[in-house]
């Protein structure tokens, strides 16, 4: 959900320290990974907040880019899609985004992003193909519809 590994790597750090300062807490009434997804989406939405409020005030603050690093045209190209995608999926509404980062990335079942959601499988599939639709949009890819 990040599209940075150095930030993943923090994360996961701070996913585990809190999940292993409340484990006296944890009470049993859901899975342990259920509880672990539960914890990961709580850092990751928070990660995504501070992410745009610092964009927010580094664009009131500049408006000049970074100049791009000296790569191969392949590259940068992928590079820029790469940072489009992550840009237009931090744009999403976090349900949306988190239902389309369980089943797209993580690769879950509807029933396991369900209960790591704490969603209806109706409203995850429902939210998954949304933000689909909306990034496709976003990114001018065309979107297979209703296609099964």
């Known amino acids: 959900?990040?599209?940075?590994?150095?930030?993943?790597?923090?994360?996961?750090?701070?996913?585990?320290?809190?999940?292993?300062?409340?484990?006296?807490?944890?009470r049993g009434d859901a899975q342990l990974t259920t509880w672990l997804y539960t914890i990961t989406r709580n850092k990751v939405?928070?990660?995504?907040?501070?992410?745009?409020?610092r964009?927010?005030?580094?664009?009131?603050h500049s408006n000049a880019r970074a100049p791009l690093e000296d790569t191969p045209e392949d590259d940068l190209m992928i590079a820029q899609?790469?940072?489009r995608f992550y840009t237009e999926l931090g744009r999403l509404p976090?349900?949306?985004?988190?239902?389309?980062?369980?089943?797209?990335?993580?690769?879950?079942?509807?029933?396991?992003?369900?209960?790591a959601l704490?969603?209806?499988?109706?409203?995850?599939?429902?939210?998954?193909?949304?933000?689909?639709?909306?990034?496709c949009e976003a990114l001018d890819l065309p979107w297979r519809g209703d296609e099964s």
């Open 45 to 53: 939405r928070s990660w995504w907040e501070s992410r745009r409020r």
């Open 94 to 115: 976090e349900k949306l985004r988190e239902a389309f980062v369980a089943r797209a990335v993580e690769g879950l079942s509807l029933t396991e992003a369900s209960a």
């Open 55 to 60: 964009q927010a005030r580094e664009v009131a």
């Open 81 to 83: 899609q790469r940072d």
């Open 1 to 26: 959900m990040t599209g940075d590994s150095a930030i993943v790597d923090d994360l996961v750090q701070e996913v585990f320290l809190s999940a292993f300062l409340a484990l006296p807490g944890f």
């Open 118 to 135: 704490g969603a209806p499988i109706s409203t995850v599939s429902y939210r998954a193909r949304r933000a689909e639709q909306l990034l």
